[in-house]
C-alpha cells in the first residue's frame, strides 16, 4: 500500500515578488511526513482568478489531497475561495453557517459586520467549514481540496484540524549523516548503496561550509530496519567510524 | 510594453520533506523584481524525471524566462541534466568545455576526476555554460531555460551571472504601509483606492502580533508619482496621520 499523495497551492502575490520568504510550505511539508501523506508537488501562482483556479483544477485530478494557503480574507485582492468554486464548476455565496460564526465572534468583539467581513463567509455550495481559532472566518474543505488562510498562525491551527480528520500512510524512518567529502568522492558509494536499496530513497545535499564542501546523506523509507542496515553499509563503505 | 515574465522550478525533495525550507525561491524572486522581471509561478517537483521533464517544458513553453534550481550534482538522485534535455528533446553527453573547467579545477586542487565528478560535464548540445565560481561545476542555459545549482551560495552566483546578461523592464516601485486594524475594516477603503488606479497592484497582507490585528498594505507600481499619489489618497481615506 503506497502512501496517499499531495499537492500545495500557494496563492501568493507576496511570495513572487520576494517581498515574504514563505513559511507554510515549509510547515505543512513538515507535517505531512509525519504523517505519511508525500507532498509531491508544490506550485506558488499570483492572485489571479484564471491562474488559481487552473492550478486548483489540475493539481485536484492529479493527487489525493490539495492544501491551499491564502486570498480568503476579506480585502479586493483575496480571490482565491471564488476561483477555488469555479475550479469545481460549484456556486458560492455567503452561506449561513459560516455567517453565523462570524456574527458571533463580532458580537464578543463588538468588530462591525460590514460587506467586506461577510466576504469571509463565501463557501462554495457543499464544502465543509474548517475551524479558524484564531479569527474566526473559516477556511473550508471542497471535493479534495482544503482551502486556508495564509497568515501562518491561522494556516498552521486549520494544517491541524484538517490532519486529525485525514488518514495517513505509513510515516517514513528517516536517518541523516553529514559526510565532509565533496560530492564526487561519496557518489559511487552511494549509487551502489540505492541500487542495493530500492526501497529507500536516498539523498545527497551538499553544503559549502566556510570552504569545506560536504554532503548531507538522508536515508528514507517505512522500514526502519532497512534504514539503518543502509546507513550501516554506507559507513562501512566510505570507512566512516 | 509590459515587463518579462519568468518561472521557477525547484527541484527539490529536500523542500517537499520538510527537510529544508526555502532560500533560492526567496532570493530569485527579490532579485527580479529589482530588474523588473516578473516572477509569475514557481513549482516544487521531487527528484522524479517525468515530473522535471514536464514542468521543464510546460514552464518554458508559458514565460519568457524559466530558472531551475537543484539536481545538478555528481549523485545518482542528480537527474536535472539529464531531464532538461529530454524536454527539449535534445541529445546530452559529456561536453568537453564542460570537462575542461573541471579538470582545470581539480588539477589545481588535486582532486580526483572520477565518473561520478565527470557527470557534472554532462552538458545538452546547444547549451551556454552558467559560470560557477565557487565549485567549477557549471549550470546552463538552454533555449529560455537557466539550469542551476541548489546549493544557495553557489545558486545565488549563478543568478547574478545570467542576470547581467537578460534584458529587464521596468522595476516597479513599491510602497508599504501598516495599518493596526482589522482588514475588514480597510477593506472598503481599499477596493475604492484598486479601482482608482487601476495600474498599480495593491496586496493587502494580513498579520497577527501578540493579539494584534493588522495589514500591511503594499502599493505596487511603475510609476514612482502614481504609487504615492495612491499612498497619500489611501492615508487621508483611513485618517491616518
Given amino acids: 500500500m503506497t502512501n496517499p499523495t499531495a499537492a ?8 513572487l515578488s520576494g ?3 514563505d513559511a507554510n510550505m515549509f510547515h505543512l511539508a513538515g507535517r505531512l511526513t509525519e504523517q505519511g501523506i508525500d507532498l509531491t508537488e508544490v506550485r506558488v501562482v499570483s492572485d489571479d482568478a ?13 493527487y489525493d489531497h490539495v492544501f491551499t494557503s ?43 459586520v460590514n460587506d467586506a467581513r461577510l466576504r469571509m463567509a463565501r463557501i462554495p455550495d457543499g464544502a465543509t467549514l474548517i475551524e479558524n481559532p484564531i479569527s474566526a472566518a473559516p477556511g473550508f474543505t471542497i ?23 485525514l488518514t495517513g500512510g505509513t510515516p517514513l524512518t528517516s536517518r541523516a549523516i553529514h559526510i565532509f567529502r565533496g560530492e564526487g568522492d561519496i557518489a559511487g558509494p552511494l549509487g551502489k548503496i540505492a541500487d542495493g536499496f530500492p526501497d ?15 554532503a548531507q ?24 567510524e
Same sequence: chains 1, 2.
Fill in 8 to 15: 500545495m497551492l500557494v496563492i501568493g502575490d507576496e511570495i
Fill in 19 to 21: 517581498r515574504t520568504r
Fill in 50 to 62: 484564471d491562474a488559481i483556479r487552473s492550478a486548483a483544477r489540475t493539481l485536484a485530478g492529479k
Fill in 70 to 112: 491564502g486570498g480568503i480574507g476579506p480585502t479586493h485582492d483575496d480571490i482565491t475561495a471564488d476561483s477555488i468554486a469555479a475550479a469545481f464548476d460549484t456556486p458560492i455565496g455567503v452561506r449561513d453557517d459560516a455567517r453565523a460564526i462570524l456574527e458571533e465572534r463580532y458580537r464578543q468583539t463588538g468588530v462591525e
Fill in 143 to 165: 471535493g479534495n481540496v482544503h482551502v486556508m488562510a495564509g497568515v501562518p498562525a491561522i494556516f498552521e491551527a486549520m494544517v491541524a484540524s484538517i490532519l486529525s480528520t
Fill in 200 to 214: 529507500l530513497t536516498i539523498g545527497s545535499y551538499p553544503f559549502q561550509r566556510d570552504g569545506v564542501f560536504g
Fill in 217 to 240: 546523506v538522508v536515508l528514507r523509507g517505512p522500514d526502519a530496519a532497512r534504514v539503518d542496515a543502509a546507513l550501516a553499509q554506507l559507513k562501512s563503505d566510505l570507512d566512516l
